[in-house]
C-alpha cells in the first residue's frame, strides 16, 4: 500500500521537570502514520508511549516541555500551532479516545449532549443533524434503545459502554485519523472483542488511520497493519505485523514475546525479563535495555544503537540485531 | 502433597439488597479446596468473583449455604470467633495501594498486620520484615520506602509480603497481577508458585485473564452472574471446554498468531451481560448463546458431570 503518510513524527525529544530530576520521556522519537493504517505502538508502562503521542497533538502536562522535533499532520506542523488551532484539529481531523473513560467523560452532562457537543464545538453540522448523527453514532456503537439512551449519565452505563460512547465522542466528527490510548486495556476480552470489531468498522468504511497504544501483543498483532515497540522513551523496533511476529530482532520485543502467557502453556516454564523498566532521569548514552538484556556486552554499554533497518519497513536498534534474527536467544 | 480438604463451599449464595431490590452476586457455588491447591475463578467484570472471595473469608456473610474451613462450620462464626482464624487467610488486591496507607512506609505497612495480631517483639517483627521483603525479591531499603516512590510490580511484592507475614494457610488473590505489565507479571506469578510450593499454601486465585488462571489453578470455576456454569481441573477445562460461555470467554482471547494468515477474526459476542437484578428465566446465559433452543428459554440447567470432576450447567452438555 503506497499512501501520503498521514501523521509524521520528526525526532520528538520531551521531559518532564520532577522534582530535583529531568524525566527524558521521549527520547528522539520519529515514525509516520499512513492514511488508513493501523499502527500499533507496544511497550511496558512508562516506556513512553502516551507521552509520544498525546504531546505530537498538543497535550502535555504543565511540568513537561517538547524540547525538539516536528509532528507534521498532513504537511502542517502541529507542535508550531495555538492552543485554539490545535482544538480546532483535535476532535475535528484527529480524534482521541483515553484510556479512563470515566474521567474523560464528563459526570454530570448526558452523554446524548456530550456526542452532539463534541460536533456543535467543530461546527461540524447542524444542530438537527447532530442529534439525528448523535442516534445513528450510539446505534453503530452497539448501544441498544439510543433514543432513551441519550438521556443517561455516563454512571449509568458499563465500562465497555462507557468506552464505545468514547468512540462514538472521537468518530462523531469523521476524523481521517483516531489515536486510542489502550481503549480496551481495563475491558473484559468479551467486550474488548467487541470494541475492536467496531474499531475495526469504522476503520474500513471511513479509511481511517488509527494509532493505537496497547500493553498486549495479541491485540496489537491481530489487528495492526505495523507495530512500533517503545523503551525508555525511544523506538526498539518498527515491524509490519508479520515480520513482528516471525522476525522479531531486538532482544527487548523477544523478551515481552516469551513473557506472554497463553492457553496451553500450563507446561510451560517461565521466562521472564528481569527487572523493570527504568525511568529515565539521564539523557540516554548507551543502549537503555542493556541492564535487562541477555546480549548486552561492554560495546552496548558505551554506546548507543541506532534505529536501522535489516529487512524492507524493518527497523531495529540494537547491536546485536543479526544474531537476535539468528535465533540466539 | 497432603491430600487435607482445608476449604468446603456448599451451595453458597449472596444477594445484596439494593434500593429495594435483590441483587444475585453469587447463586449456589460449591466447590472443594485440598490443601497446597489452586482454585482459579474467572468470569466477566461483575460476575461475583470478589464477591465469593470475600464470603469465603467472611469479610461478608454469606444468605445461603455453608463454608466449612479444615473441617470447621464457619459459617455462623462472630468476628470474635474469626479472629484467631483471620491470620490464616489473607488476601491479596489488584490495588495494593488502596490498601496502604500513604503516609506508612513499606516496612511499617509490612509489620503493621504483626502489630495487629500481637505477634514477636518489636525486633523479631523487623527481622521477619527483612525476610519478607528479601523473599518477594525486593532489596532492604524499601522498608524506608512510601508507597508512591514504588512501582506497581514492587508494590504488589509488598502486597504479597504483607500477607506472608502472618504465615497463612489461605490465601486470595484477587487479581494480583492485572494491572501490571506482562513483563511483571510473569515475575509475580512465578513468586506466587514458589511461595505456595515452600510454604503449602492453598491459593483462590480470582482473575479474568484465562491463560494466567489456567496456568496457576489445580481446578478452574468459570462464573456467569455468579453462577458456576463450569467447573474443572484445568487441563480439562481448557482442552475441552463444554459450556458455551466459556468457550466464548476462550474465543475471545486475541493470541498471537504465528503469520499472518493465522489472524484471528474479530468476531464479537452479541450483546451485553444481563442485570444481576433481574437474571433471565431459563438458562441465564440464553440471551447471548450462539447455541440457545426453546428449552433454554423457560427451563433452567442443573449443573451435572459430564466426566469426571467436569461440570457443567447447560442442557446440550454432553
Ligand atoms: N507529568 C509528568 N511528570 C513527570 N514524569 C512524567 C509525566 N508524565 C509522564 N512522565 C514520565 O514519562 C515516562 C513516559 O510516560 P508515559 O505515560 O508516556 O508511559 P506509557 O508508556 O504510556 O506507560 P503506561 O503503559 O503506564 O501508560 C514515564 O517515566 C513517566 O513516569
Ligand atoms: N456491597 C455491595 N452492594 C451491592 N452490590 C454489590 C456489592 N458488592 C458487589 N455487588 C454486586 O455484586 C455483583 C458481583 O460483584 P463482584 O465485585 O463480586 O464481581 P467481580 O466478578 O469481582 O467483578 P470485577 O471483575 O469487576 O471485579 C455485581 O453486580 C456488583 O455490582
Ligand atoms: S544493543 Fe546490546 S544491550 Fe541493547 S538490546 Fe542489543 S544486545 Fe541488548
Ligand atoms: S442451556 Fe441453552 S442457552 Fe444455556 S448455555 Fe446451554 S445451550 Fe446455551
Ligand atoms: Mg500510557
Ligand atoms: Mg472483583
Known sequence: ????????????????????????????????????????????SGSGKSVTLMSAIGLIRENGRIRSGRALFQGTDLLKLSERQLEDIRGREIGVVFQDPMTSLNPVMRIGDQIMEAMLAHHF????????????????????????????????????????????????????LLIADEPTTALDVTVQMQILALLEEQRRKRNMAVAIIT????????????????????????????????????????????????????????????GMAPTVTEMPRSCSFAPRCPLATERCRNELPQLREIGPGHWVACHRAEEVLADVI | MSSEVLLEVHEVSKRFRVQGRDLH??????????????????????????????????????????????GKDITRFTQKQMRPLRQEMQIIFQDP???????????????DAMIIHRIGTKEERQKRVDELLERVGLPREVKWAYPHELSGGQLQRVGIARALSLRPKLVICDEPISALDVSIQVQVIQLLRELQQDYDLTYIFISHNLAVVEYLSDVVAVLYLGEVVEQAPAEELFSRPTHPYTQVLIQSILKMPRSLEERQVL?????????????????????????????????????????PNHAVACHLAT
Not at chain 2, 43 to 63: C, D, H, I, N, Y
Request: aromatic letters at 6%; proline letters at 7%.
Open chain 1, 1 to 44: 500500500m503506497v499512501s501520503q503518510p498521514l501523521l509524521s513524527i520528526e525526532d520528538l525529544r520531551v521531559e518532564f521537570d520532577r522534582g530535583e530530576d529531568t524525566v527524558y520521556a521521549v527520547n528522539g522519537v520519529s515514525f509516520s502514520i499512513a492514511e488508513g493504517e493501523t499502527l500499533g505502538i507496544v511497550g511496558e
Open chain 1, 125 to 176: 453540522c447542524s444542530h438537527r443533524e447532530a442529534f439525528e448523527r448523535t442516534l445513528q453514532l450510539l446505534h453503530e456503537m452497539g448501544i441498544p434503545e439510543p433514543r432513551a439512551r441519550f438521556r443517561n449519565y455516563p454512571h449509568e452505563f458499563s465500562g465497555g459502554m462507557r468506552q464505545r460512547i468514547m468512540m462514538a465522542i472521537a468518530l462523531a466528527c469523521e476524523p481521517q
Open chain 1, 215 to 274: 500493553h498486549d501483543f495479541g491485540v496489537a498483532t491481530n489487528f495492526c497493519d505495523r507495530i512500533i515497540v517503545l523503551y525508555a522513551g525511544q523506538i526498539m523496533e518498527v515491524a509490519d505485523t508479520g515480520a513482528f511476529i516471525r522476525e522479531s530482532a531486538h532482544p527487548y520485543t523477544v523478551g515481552l514475546k516469551h513473557s506472554i502467557i497463553e492457553i496451553g502453556h500450563r507446561a510451560k516454564p517461565l521466562k521472564p525479563i528481569p
Open chain 2, 25 to 70: 452476586a453469587v447463586e449456589k457455588v460449591s466447590f472443594q479446596l485440598q490443601r497446597g491447591q489452586t482454585f482459579g475463578l474467572v468470569g466477566e467484570s461483575g460476575s461475583g468473583k470478589s464477591t465469593l472471595g470475600r464470603l469465603v473469608l467472611k469479610l461478608l456473610e454469606a444468605t445461603e449455604g455453608r463454608i466449612v474451613y479444615q
Open chain 2, 97 to 111: 495501594m488502596a490498601s496502604m496507607s500513604p503516609r506508612m512506609t513499606i516496612g511499617m505497612a509490612i509489620e
Open chain 2, 267 to 307: 468476531t464479537p459476542i452479541q450483546g451485553e451481560i444481563p442485570s444481576p437484578f433481574d437474571p433471565p428465566k431459563g438458562c441465564p446465559f440464553h440471551p447471548r448463546c450462539p447455541m440457545a433452543v426453546d428449552r433454554c428459554r423457560t427451563t433452567k440447567p442443573e449443573r451435572r458431570l459430564i466426566g
